[in-house]
């Protein structure tokens, strides 16, 4: 018996080495892809595409976690470990200065030609040391999205400072449970102790004209009055405005419940256009977007979001990788990106694409809001923006759960960036 | 001398047995005192997680910012008009000079983990790395509730399953359930069940009761977090050490039983006199399994909780995988280590298990 199953096992390893050999043939390359929203969808889309204009090459499509946080700790153990496994990776617009040394020049590869039809902060944001580490894939920017449908009903306006959201919110969320639904909340946003907290928390600093928690000199700019302020207004809102549960939210999380009917704003990514007026969605045609509300600065504030490729220094395939890249990232595939999920597209010509605008009116409307962003402070803090990005997260969501108070955590906050990167403090930089 | 007595047959056997060990040491030495002694030289360095800068021995460093601690009074704060302490208007509390402005900053930020009062002085703890303090904290009482209630209810169940009735064999197998879960996958299902709204369980249950307006935030709540999480473990594991203690109750011969019965003694006289102290040894086996399991529970935590509040091995995963501090993260490695060392030992210790 145990002689047969000697037999058999020897049997396994011949078959799987030699369906190894014969995969040889085909170079098969990994992209590590995102799982908001339809991005999966779109990536496996992409990959078939390009494998049914390509035969010699195998795709596949490794799914990875929703929250940034996750996935940059998933990449880092397969970079840590040079692994061949994964050729082309989506990483976010913060992550290129910190993981430069991982990945190709892509100039090297035939980006040069095409990297002046994106837009050029971007192309900047993934130049470390002269070399094109990432190529642009796809721009966000935070935006409110609002229920027209509530708005009109009560004879509201679309906020235009956070003030007037607050308010807004308030008066719409009363009547609404009155009426009948007591899970009614007035606004939804991310407030879970991740990258995201670090995106919402930057926009209500930044438009009240708190800065931007480091400055581009290299100054720490957080400790000041109108970012107190800004992040009391959040912590004000828990429990009134956002549900308490806020604090353990992430994208996915507001967007399920703004989905579900169940509140007047949220703050959310452009992604969230498309599925909201996806089929299975409660508020299908009865919601829009508007930029974000200002604060005391007089001006609205979006963080700048948006993923890139990278092509692994560690691909066995790095020629077949790039190629497969620069596919991804060029007009024909950004434009079908855009139509399937609502992203915004990083080559400029296709903002003027009739296509893209009667799909989705507000990337032309509000294309200044994608072209002013405030971008977080990852380029003066690399490569210890991760850190700085925790310190932050995690003193406003301390703030946020009533542990600290506003005014003791910006203090601390100070003190720990200054420790973490030897800067002095400074003012904050306007909008 | 005993050497000199060998016979040369017996000389050869024990060279042939050295020899046939080589491959089992070699296997040790690759999968378990490798990584091992890697990570202890790795706690002295300042290595980056998948970075590129130059590595530097640091020597104790990474120990003294995770270990580090002060105890410092904090000052009255005196009204400058009557000269006495300043009395909180609100709560009526005399008022103490802010921890920041008390803890050391130079050379490490001390922050604050804990105030206490003691004889009409306020003093506070202050740590370089409070969250590792905090994690400590946090995985110890989690063990010791999760332990505790774990064991309770593990005899219960077990003495349930124990005893004959229609359907045991079914009922053993059903309790197993939870156990047989994926801790990630019951972790997430737990998640759902806590959701902040109407539509998790527990806020529906509560809500019903009239307890709450259905908002209850299990998870972000710093007061619920605790017991959220406990309970999620004790349902997980207490078919664990059911198990277990159903192991043990199975050894107890049913003549002690009968003998006690002819002599007139009580069901409860009958469970503590004969089956608590025969059950003692499988009690301290599963006590010891589980204590050095729930020291370094992470699954629940990561899942949960992720950055919310740690464990000593969740704080320990993200102080690599998010700081990229691969240095401090080996140096958190070794001190869970060294914790869980000592806890076996005090149990082996006293609890009296046989090392036989």
């Not at chain 1, 970079?79 to 061949?84: I, N, R, W």
């Not at chain 1, 040394?101 to 971007?122: C, R, S, T």
């Not at chain 1, 409110?144 to 719409?172: F, G, H, M, N, S």
């Not at chain 2, 050391?104 to 105030?115: A, C, D, G, K, S």
Request: aromatic share 12%; charged share 20%.
């Amino acid at each position: 018996m145990k002689k047969y199953l000697a037999l058999f096992l020897s049997l396994v390893f011949i078959l799987s080495f030699a369906t190894a050999g014969l995969a040889q043939d085909k170079a098969e390359i990994t992209l590590a892809a995102g799982n908001v929203g339809k991005e999966l969808q779109f990536a496996k889309e992409a990959a078939q595409t390009y494998m049914d204009e390509h035969p010699d090459v195998k795709v596949n499509v490794l799914t990875t976690p929703d929250l940034s946080n996750d996935r940059l700790g998933l990449y880092l153990q397969f970079l840590e470990a040079e692994s061949p496994k994964v050729d082309v990776y989506q990483v976010d617009v913060i992550w290129p200065g910190d993981l430069a040394h991982h990945f190709l020049d892509l100039n090297k590869y035939g980006a040069k030609e095409v990297a002046d039809q994106h837009f050029q902060e971007i192309v900047q944001n993934n130049t470390v040391d002269g070399k094109l580490v990432a190529l642009p894939w796809f721009t966000d920017a935070g935006l409110l999205y609002y229920r027209k449908d509530l708005l009109e009903k009560y004879d509201r306006e679309v906020p235009k400072t956070w003030q007037e959201l607050t308010d807004t919110a308030k008066y719409i969320m009363e009547k609404e449970r009155e009426a009948g639904n007591p899970d009614f909340y007035g606004y939804v946003w991310q407030g879970d102790a991740y990258e995201g907290l670090t995106c919402d928390a930057l926009e209500w600093v930044f438009s009240n004209g708190g800065g931007a928690i480091v400055n581009n000199d290299k100054k720490v700019s957080i400790n000041n009055e109108k970012a107190i302020a800004a992040i009391q207004m959040a912590a004000d809102w828990i429990g009134d405005i956002s549900p308490t549960g806020v604090t353990g939210m992430a994208e996915e999380d507001a967007r399920k419940m703004f989905e579900a009917g169940n509140a007047l704003f949220m703050r959310n990514w452009p992604y969230a256009y498309s599925t909201g007026n996806s089929e299975t969605s409660q508020i299908k045609g009865k919601f829009d977007v508007a930029p974000l509300p200002a604060g005391d600065s007089g001006h609205s504030a979006a963080t700048l979001g948006g993923w890139n490729l990278a092509v692994s220094k560690y691909s066995e395939h790095p020629q077949v990788a790039a190629d497969f890249a620069l596919f991804l990232a060029g007009p024909r595939m950004q434009k079908k990106r855009a139509l399937m999920t609502s992203s915004n597209p990083t080559i400029k010509s296709l903002y003027d694409d009739q296509d893209i605008l009667d799909a989705y009116p507000f990337m032309g409307n509000l294309y200044d809001v994608f072209t002013n962003t405030v971008a977080r402070p990852s380029t003066p803090t690399a490569p210890k923006y991760n850190q700085v990005s925790e310190v932050f997260y995690q003193a406003v969501h301390s703030v946020l759960t009533g542990e600290s108070d506003a005014e003791t955590a910006v203090q601390y906050m100070e003190l720990d960036l200054q420790d973490l990167l030897g800067y002095e403090s400074g003012d904050p930089r306007q909008p | 001398m005993a050497k000199q007595k060998m016979s040369k047959l017996a000389k050869s056997e024990e060279k042939l047995a050295l020899k046939l060990l080589i491959p089992t040491f070699i296997i040790l030495l690759v999968i378990a005192l490798y990584p091992l002694g890697q990570v202890f030289y790795t706690s002295f360095t300042n290595r980056t997680f998948a970075g590129t800068g130059t590595t530097e021995f640091v020597g104790l460093a990474n120990y003294q910012r995770l270990l580090k601690m002060t105890i410092k009074e904090l000052p009255p704060v005196i009204d400058e008009q009557t000269g006495q302490q300043k009395i909180d208007e609100e709560t009526g509390q005399p008022v103490f000079e802010h921890p920041i402005r008390v803890l050391p900053r130079r050379p490490n930020l001390y922050r604050p983990v804990y105030n206490f009062k003691l004889a009409g002085h306020k003093y506070v703890i202050g740590a370089i790395t409070p969250d590792f303090i905090r994690a400590v904290i946090n995985t110890i009482i989690f063990t010791v509730f999760s332990v505790l209630l774990e064991t309770i209810l593990g005899l219960g169940v077990a003495l349930v399953v124990n005893s004959e009735f229609k359907g045991r064999g079914v009922m053993r197998a059903v309790m197993l359930v939870p156990w047989a879960v994926i801790t990630v996958v019951s972790a997430k299902m737990w998640e759902w069940m806590f959701q902040p709204t109407r539509a998790g369980l527990f806020n529906m249950l509560l809500n019903k009761a009239g307890l709450g307006s259905g908002n209850f935030s299990f998870l972000t709540n710093p007061t619920l977090q605790m017991p959220a999480i406990i309970a999620v473990d004790v349902w997980k594991t207490t078919p664990f050490m059911a198990l277990l203690l159903l192991a043990g109750l199975q050894l107890i011969p049913n003549e002690l039983y009968e003998a006690a019965e002819v002599d007139g003694a009580s069901k409860i006289r009958q469970f503590l006199t004969i089956t608590l102290p025969l059950l003692k040894p499988s009690v301290a086996v599963a006590l010891i399994f589980r204590t050095l399991d729930s020291l370094r529970v992470f699954d629940v935590f990561q899942v949960m909780l992720a950055q919310k509040r740690y464990s000593m091995a969740s704080f320990n995963y993200f102080q690599l995988i998010s700081a990229r501090e691969m240095g401090m993260a080996s140096a958190i490695g070794v001190i869970i280590f060294i914790l869980i060392f000592i806890f076996a030992i005090i149990y082996m210790k006293s609890l009296g298990v046989d090392t036989e």
